[in-house]
């Protein structure tokens, strides 16, 4: 017989697949190998206490030599912990638990809005209630009761002229002087509330004089003698009293309610001598 031993080796076609067919079958075993676990010649896996008889990780076989231990992170698959649930909040996945809400809904940030109402007040406002009023001087006392009398005046004028003026204008005029100086009082009197000022409740004898004296002119006469006698020296005083006050008063309150009612003193004055009439013969 012929002897091959020192003959070349020549491949024949058939061999290159033959090769490539045995070099993937390797490597398919090797795959299936790694993803099962290491066994020995009972199929127990070496590293369990039924194996070996002591814990994890002793008395392993050479065959697992230098492979994983069971419990690290390399022995599964999918790369996560051995006795970690898939889709714990440990193994990375968005879950309720680990997901901050606000509102059912994801965590947004907040808007602009939202940011500016939470800021705190800007430096340069203040919420603090204004110091205690400085106490009010004689003539400051002197001018609130002599405009609340006034005004108990004009408001008696007033209705005694809503019942008896004839002209509608004229009446009209009786209305005004009762429901705006009715207002300037309300207010006066609260402010003599909070300042500890007495206030008169009724007329002096020479206004209660003149009040009579309107009540008993003649019907023709009335609406004549109630704006020219009456309504139009009144108002004067009252404009001439004010102005005066205004420039003394120093109570912050005094001087807002002096300068809120001036205006209707003065709008009162002007509808009066515009309805002045001509005397009768």
């Known amino acids: 017989m012929t002897s091959i ?23 398919l075993a090797a795959g299936c190998d790694r993803g099962a676990p290491n066994t020995d010649a009972n199929g127990m896996a070496p590293n369990t206490p039924a194996a070996s008889g002591v814990g994890p990780g002793v008395g392993n076989s050479p065959t697992n030599a230098g492979a994983p231990p069971p419990d690290s992170p390399e022995n599964s698959r999918t790369g996560s912990r051995v006795g970690i649930p898939q889709g714990s909040p440990e193994a990375g996945m968005a879950t309720p638990e680990n997901t901050p809400t606000t509102g059912g809904v994801g965590a947004v940030a907040p808007s602009p809005g939202a940011a500016a109402s939470a800021a705190p007040p800007a430096s340069g406002t203040s919420s ?27 408001i008696e004028v007033g209705r005694i002229g809503a019942e008896r003026a004839q002209d509608t204008k004229v009446k009209a005029l009786a209305g005004h002087l009762v429901s705006e100086h009715s207002v300037a009082n309300d207010a006066l009197r609260g402010l003599a509330a909070l300042r500890n000022v007495e206030l008169p409740t009724s007329l002096p004898p020479d206004r209660q004089a003149d009040i009579d004296k309107l009540k008993k002119a003649p019907a023709a006469q009335f609406d004549e003698t109630m704006v020219q006698a009456v309504v139009i020296p009144a108002h004067q005083d009252d ?25 209707t003193l003065h709008q009162h004055l002007k509808s009066a001598q515009t309805l002045a009439l001509p005397p009768k013969s």
């Open 5 to 27: 031993k020192n003959k070349p080796f020549l491949p024949t076609p058939q061999r290159p697949l033959a090769g490539l067919l045995i070099v993937a079958a390797g490597l």
């Open 128 to 154: 603090t209630a204004p110091g205690p009023a400085v106490p009010l001087s004689a003539s400051e006392k002197a001018f609130m009761a002599a405009a609340h009398v006034a005004g108990l005046y004009e």
């Open 239 to 263: 404009i001439a009293r004010f102005e005066r006050a205004q420039q003394d008063a120093r109570d912050p309150e005094l001087k807002a309610f002096i300068q809120r009612t001036l205006p």
